[in-house]
């Protein structure tokens, strides 16, 4: 293994400007990072010599190698990293509109995507219905860690970086366990010298650690949040996220009122559903109760089975119901597509094929 060294995406450009002399250097180095996604020192043609041999000593560029990835027929791409310390995490390259054409074939709205991505190896959480929960918790990936895989991301698929792009906290690990790394990446997607990806272009999704909401609304980065709920009683989401005995579900809701969120959006709550555990209407009941009041807006995903584990995916009609009942009693309510189902989709799917193929 190589020396590890920082990698030069850790940094925001005030951090940078402290370190890098004549500080004006630091725009271009951006440029060169963010614009134009080069992966080596050497690349930076505007940069004098000495500067980028001394930038090559003490930091790299892109800390991330691609070593798997699998393409859906639907456009989902999924990416398997290695880091420096040869440690692996997954990102997804999701494709949320198709182009739009005239009739002589000319593009008239591009294609959007957004970007699911990790931010730790493993999680401390230990969701039962999570695969990336089965390895345990290895450690909290870098600020350069996650920028780099928007940056791997968007290079490998030739996305200008000025075309948009949504990011969502969605990948391994819960991003709120590692807050302060994801506060950094945030602000380092934020620079208009960069990436210029605005807050409202990012969901944060959590397992619901109510007081590190607290303390992201105080940050007041402009993030959305978006809430894994899953159940609608106690006992059952104790079952299904172990932590909710300390972070119950009335702490988590008292916690998204206070949340400072844009009054013309709506805080995204997820609800995995898992047949003959929470896909009832009885729960369908409790779940409109227990949003009354906030601007809200459920998402249903499909439990997406693997090998070893009890629970099982809902049927079609068992989703449809659930959805039915929330919409006609006044919650906004989707089903999330089930996109790259034709490859290893849930979250830390990948990651455990790979391992598999390896043995
Ligand atoms: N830790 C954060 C973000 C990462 S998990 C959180 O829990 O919100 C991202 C999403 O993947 C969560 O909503 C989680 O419920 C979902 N997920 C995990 N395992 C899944 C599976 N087997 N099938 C479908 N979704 C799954
Ligand atoms: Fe961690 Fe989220 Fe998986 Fe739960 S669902 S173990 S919080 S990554």
């Known amino acids: 293994m190589s020396e590890i060294k920082p990698s030069i995406m850790d940094y925001t450009q005030e951090e940078l400007k402290k370190i890098i002399k004549p500080a004006f250097r630091v725009k271009q180095i951006f440029g060169w990072v963010y614009h134009h996604y080069v992966e080596s020192f050497k690349e930076m043609k505007n940069i004098p010599k000495a500067l980028q041999e001394e930038l090559e000593e003490k930091f790299v560029v892109n800390p991330l190698k691609i070593l798997n990835k699998e393409i859906s027929s639907d456009g989902t791409i999924k990416y398997l990293f290695a880091l420096q310390d040869g440690k692996t995490v997954e990102s997804v390259w999701l494709k949320m509109k198709d182009e739009k054409r005239d009739a002589e074939g000319k593009i008239v709205h591009e294609a959007k995507y957004s970007i699911c991505v990790s931010t730790q190896v493993g999680c401390k959480v230990g969701c039962s219905f999570c695969l990336t929960a089965k390895g345990g918790f290895t450690r909290d990936l870098t600020p350069g860690e996650i920028v780099a895989q928007v940056v ?13 792009t949504n990011i969502v906290y969605m990948g391994m690990g819960e991003p709120l366990d590692n807050l302060d790394n994801l506060a950094k990446a945030i602000e380092i997607f934020k620079d208009q010298d960069g990436l210029a990806i605005s807050a409202k272009r ?3 999704s959590t397992s619901g650690l109510s007081t590190k909401i607290d303390k992201l609304g105080q940050m007041d ?15 059952l989401r104790t079952e299904l996220i172990p932590m909710n005995k300390a972070h119950n579900i009335n702490s988590i809701i008292e916690a998204v009122k206070r949340y400072p969120i844009d009054t013309r959006k709506r805080v995204m709550f997820e609800y995995l559903v898992i047949k003959d555990k929470n896909d009832d209407l009885g729960s369908a009941k409790k779940l409109v109760k227990l949003l009354s009041g906030i601007k809200a807006k459920v998402n249903l995903i499909y439990f997406n089975p693997y090998p070893g584990t009890e629970y099982k995916r809902p049927s079609k009609e068992d989703m449809h119901r659930f959805q039915e009942y929330l919409t006609k009693h006044g919650v906004l309510c ?15 799917q990948l990651k455990e094929k790979t391992e598999m193929e390896k043995q």
């Open 221 to 235: 980065l402009g993030v959305h949040i978006a809430i894994s709920l899953h159940a609608v009683d106690d006992e």
């Open 152 to 164: 791997s991301l968007k290079k490998d698929n030739a996305h200008a970086h000025n075309r948009v």
């Open 334 to 348: 989707t089903i999330r597509d089930s996109k790259g189902i034709d490859i290893s989709a849930a979250c830390g």
């Open 202 to 204: 990012q969901t944060v």
